[in-house]
Structure formats: C-alpha cells, structure tokens
C-alpha cells in the first residue's frame, strides 16, 4: 500500500532525484520510462531502497518490493538506520562498501548478505548503488537497486 502520510512535493522531488542520479551515473533510466510517478516507482517489481546523509544514515524510501523482501511496514522502513538491513557480521563489510559508493558515485554488481525483520537471511546479486545528488552535484544521500536475490 502507498504510503499516505508523505507530501506531493516529497514524493516528485524524490522520484526525480532517483531516477536522475540514476541516470547520471549508469547512462541509462532506471525504469523503462524515464519520468516515471512516484506510483510507478513503488509498484516496480525491481526492489529499490534509498537512504539520507545522517551520520548512521536512516531508510527514506523502499518500494513494495524492498517491505515485502525485509518484511517491514513503510513506517518501520523509514525509522530504521540502513547498516540495519544487514546483519551484524555483515555490517562492517557493508559501511566499507557504502564508503567506496560515496568516493566513486557508483558501483555495479554489488552482492551481500541481507535479512529481513523475521531473521530471513537472503543474498542480493548484482544490485547498483549509487549516490543521490541535487541539482548542484551535492550529496543527498544514497539508493540501491536489483531484482536478483535468493533466500539462504
């Protein structure tokens, strides 16, 4: 379900800001469209998640898809700092992985370890990351994409 409590302005200037920051980096539209709603982003099969710039950085959006896989509500999702999404074990790796993604802009065929609100483990495979930026190139935070993962 669509998350009611977010302002029209939000939902445009960060459906914008996703899929330009997108489109900046990988020279290609994140969806099939290249001005896709906020709706369609939501609804897209392919799991998508973003983040702030908070020093432990909290979930500012995550797709149907990205709440079915980690099994959260949208307001557990964007109350929950992203290091969260993987395991503990995991998270030193990940924090080294996001710092290489704000250094470099980008990064293709990311492969982790994840789990879900139950404990689920599952492996994502070739998921982008990369950095959301305003229209003056500076640092809004961060997204991540893909549609392959399997659980463990």
């Given at each position: 379900?669509?998350?009611?409590?977010?302002?029209?302005?939000?939902?445009i200037?960060?459906?914008?800001?996703?899929?330009?920051?997108?489109?900046h980096?990988?020279?290609t539209?994140?969806?099939?469209?290249?001005?896709?709603?906020?709706?369609?982003?939501?609804?897209?099969?392919?799991?998508l998640?973003?983040?702030?710039?908070?020093?432990?950085?909290?979930?500012?959006?995550?797709?149907?898809?990205?709440?079915?896989?980690?099994?959260?509500?949208?307001e557990?999702?964007?109350?929950?700092?992203?290091?969260?999404?993987?395991?503990?074990?995991?998270?030193?790796?990940?924090?080294?992985?996001?710092n290489e993604?704000?250094?470099?802009?980008?990064?293709?065929?990311?492969?982790?370890?994840?789990?879900?609100?139950?404990?689920?483990?599952?492996?994502i495979?070739?998921?982008?990351?990369?950095?959301?930026?305003?229209?003056?190139?500076?640092?809004?935070?961060?997204?991540a994409?893909?549609?392959q993962?399997s659980?463990?």
């Amino acid at each position: 379900m669509l998350p009611s409590s977010l302002s029209e302005n939000w939902k445009i200037d960060h459906t914008h800001r996703l899929c330009e920051s997108y489109l900046h980096f990988f020279k290609t539209p994140l969806l099939s469209s290249f001005n896709p709603t906020f709706e369609e982003l939501f609804h897209s099969p392919l799991i998508l998640l973003s983040h702030g710039t908070q020093s432990d950085p909290i979930l500012n959006f995550g797709n149907q898809a990205a709440l079915t896989l980690w099994e959260l509500s949208w307001e557990e999702l964007t109350q929950m700092p992203s290091r969260l999404t993987a395991e503990p074990m995991e998270r030193e790796a990940r924090a080294a992985f996001m710092n290489e993604v704000r250094t470099h802009g980008f990064v293709s065929h990311y492969a982790g370890i994840r789990v879900s609100k139950s404990g689920r483990r599952f492996k994502i495979e070739n998921a982008k990351v990369w950095n959301l930026i305003d229209q003056q190139n500076q640092l809004t935070g961060q997204a991540a994409c893909f549609s392959q993962w399997s659980y463990l």
